[in-house]
C-alpha cells in the first residue's frame, strides 16, 4: 500500500546499513581470526596445556564462527541506534528520554559483565591447572570446546548485568510494582540461583563468585529506583495500596 512505502523504505535502509556493518564486521573476523584466537588464548595461564585440534575441519569451524561473532559485534550497536530511531515516533518523550538514559549505562554493564564472566572463567581454570600440576596430570583441551565456553561464559553474564536495565524500565514505565517486587524478592534469588547453577563452570566457588554480584545488582536496583513510576495511573495505584 502506498502509506506504507515511506516505512518500508525506511525499514530497508536501516536493514542495509546494519547488513553492511555485519559484512564488515565478518571480513573483520576472517581476516584477524587468527590474533583474535590467540588474544583470547593468551588472557589464561595455559604454559602447561596442549590445546589441540581434534578434526582438521574444526580449525575452519572456528574460524567461521568468530567471523560471525565479529559481525554481531560490528552490527549490535548500529542496530540498536537504527531501532531507537525507528520506534522514536511511537514512544512518548519521557519513554524515550528514559531509554536514551539508560544505554549508555546498558552498554559499560554489557561490557563489565563479559569482562566478568572471562575472570572467573580464568579464575576457575588457574585453579584447574594448578591442582593437575600438583598430581602431575595431563591437560589437553579441545580449542573450539574451550573458546565456545569462554564466549558462551563471557555471553551469558553480560546479558544477565542487563538485568538492572530490564528492572529500571519496568519499575519506571509501572507495569511492575516496587513494593510487590521487594516483597517477592525471593522468587528473584531462586530465579537467578537457578540461572546461576546452568552455567559454566558448575563448582560451589565459582557459583558462589556469580551469584554475589548478581544479588547486588538486583538490590541496587532497587534501592536506586524511586517508588513513584512515570505514568500518573500508576502512582495512583500506588498511593491506593499505601494508603
Known amino acids: 500500500m502506498p502509506q506504507f512505502d515511506h516505512y518500508l523504505n525506511e525499514i530497508r535502509s536501516k536493514v542495509f546499513k546494519v547488513a553492511l556493518a555485519f559484512v564488515i564486521g565478518v571480513i573483520f573476523?576472517?581476516?584477524?581470526?587468527?590474533?583474535?584466537?590467540?588474544?583470547?588464548?593468551?588472557?589464561?595461564?595455559?604454559?602447561?596445556?596442549?590445546?589441540?585440534?581434534?578434526?582438521?575441519?574444526?580449525?575452519?569451524?572456528?574460524?567461521?564462527?568468530i567471523s560471525i561473532l565479529s559481525g554481531i559485534i560490528f552490527a549490535g550497536p548500529l542496530l540498536i541506534y537504527e531501532l531507537l530511531g525507528f520506534i522514536k515516533p511511537a514512544l512518548r518523550p519521557h519513554e524515550f528520554r528514559l531509554i536514551t538514559k539508560l544505554l549508555p549505562i546498558s552498554i559499560i554493564l554489557f561490557i563489565a559483565?563479559?569482562?566478568?564472566?572471562?575472570?572467573?572463567?580464568?579464575?576457575?581454570?588457574?585453579?584447574?591447572?594448578?591442582?593437575?600440576?600438583?598430581?602431575?596430570?595431563?591437560?589437553?583441551w579441545d580449542?573450539?570446546?574451550?573458546?565456545t565456553q569462554v564466549v558462551v561464559m563471557g555471553t551469558c553474564m553480560a546479558i544477565v548485568f542487563e538485568?538492572?536495565?530490564f528492572l529500571t524500565?519496568?519499575?519506571?514505565?509501572?507495569?511492575?510494582?516496587?513494593?510487590?517486587?521487594?516483597?517477592?524478592?525471593?522468587?528473584?534469588?531462586?530465579?537467578?540461583?537457578?540461572?546461576?547453577?546452568?552455567?559454566?563452570?558448575t563448582d560451589i566457588l565459582s557459583m558462589s563468585l556469580?551469584?554475589?554480584?548478581?544479588?547486588?545488582?538486583?538490590?541496587?536496583?532497587?534501592?536506586?529506583?524511586?517508588?513513584?513510576?512515570?505514568?500518573?495511573?500508576?502512582?495512583?495505584?500506588?498511593?491506593?495500596?499505601?494508603s
Open 143 to 147: 580449542i573450539e570446546a574451550f573458546l
Open 169 to 201: 524500565i519496568l519499575l519506571r514505565l509501572g507495569v511492575i510494582d516496587r513494593n510487590i517486587l521487594t516483597a517477592q524478592r525471593k522468587y528473584v534469588y531462586a530465579g537467578l540461583l537457578i540461572f546461576d547453577i546452568l552455567l559454566p563452570p
Open 29 to 65: 573476523g576472517a581476516v584477524k581470526n587468527r590474533w583474535i584466537i590467540t588474544s583470547l588464548i593468551s588472557i589464561f595461564n595455559l604454559e602447561n596445556i596442549n590445546i589441540v585440534l581434534v578434526s582438521p575441519y574444526q580449525f575452519i569451524n572456528l574460524a567461521i564462527s
Open 210 to 242: 556469580i551469584f554475589v554480584p548478581l544479588a547486588l545488582l538486583f538490590e541496587g536496583t532497587l534501592l536506586f529506583n524511586p517508588q513513584k513510576s512515570l505514568y500518573p495511573i500508576a502512582n495512583l495505584k500506588n498511593s491506593i495500596k499505601i
Open 113 to 140: 559483565g563479559f569482562i566478568f564472566g572471562v575472570r572467573i572463567l580464568q579464575f576457575v581454570i588457574d585453579i584447574y591447572v594448578n591442582t593437575s600440576q600438583k598430581f602431575n596430570i595431563g591437560n589437553f
Open 163 to 165: 538485568l538492572p536495565i
